[in-house]
């Protein structure tokens, strides 16, 4: 996949502007989202090992995902220093964030990130999870994995309400 640097950030997103629409907007369905929290904002919580041991994200890592739908059917996942969750950063997604769709595919809610695929940050690729929403706690595996991630919601302030997503 061909891919370009998101304004002066380390990110990469798809060279080609209509990925998204021609790989999967036009693609899958975009129905029953009703669970979805759109001024919300679902911060990873905890990690799920492939022994089902449950570790908090909180405490164990500097960094945190965490993921923003959009009502157009985008999302973003934003990575910001744990000690930012309780006062977060502005979340833009035309400047930070790695860009993704989420959609219905064989009855499964599937989110497709284009995201590193290596550990030196050089290679990106998409990877796909399934998720399920269940109250104010979305859980994330991803395909070809043991792990799962637990995310809680987290209402967002009026000034982070105001970005779109347009990918």
């Known amino acids: ?18 990925f998204f629409i021609n790989n999967y907007k036009n693609l899958y369905k975009k129905e029953n989202t009703s669970k979805i929290d759109y001024e919300s904002i679902y911060i990873e919580a905890y990690a799920i090992d492939y022994r089902g041991e449950m570790h908090d994200s909180r405490k164990n890592n500097s960094f945190i995902g965490a993921l923003k739908f959009y009502q157009n059917n985008c999302i973003n996942n934003f990575v910001f220093n744990r000690d930012s969750i309780k006062k977060l950063p502005l979340l833009d997604p ?42 104010d706690t979305l859980t994330l595996k991803q395909k070809k994995s043991f792990f799962k991630y637990v995310y809680l919601k987290q209402k967002l302030s009026k000034e982070n309400l105001k970005f779109r997503a347009d990918w």
């Open 94 to 135: 035309s400047k930070v964030g790695y860009r993704g769709v989420y959609y219905f595919k064989e009855n499964k809610q599937i989110i497709s990130l284009v995201v590193p695929i290596t550990q030196n940050r050089k290679s990106y690729g998409v990877k796909d999870y399934e998720f399920t929403i269940k109250g």
């Open 1 to 18: 996949m061909k891919t370009k640097r998101l304004n002066n950030s380390y990110i990469q997103i798809p060279l080609d502007d209509s």
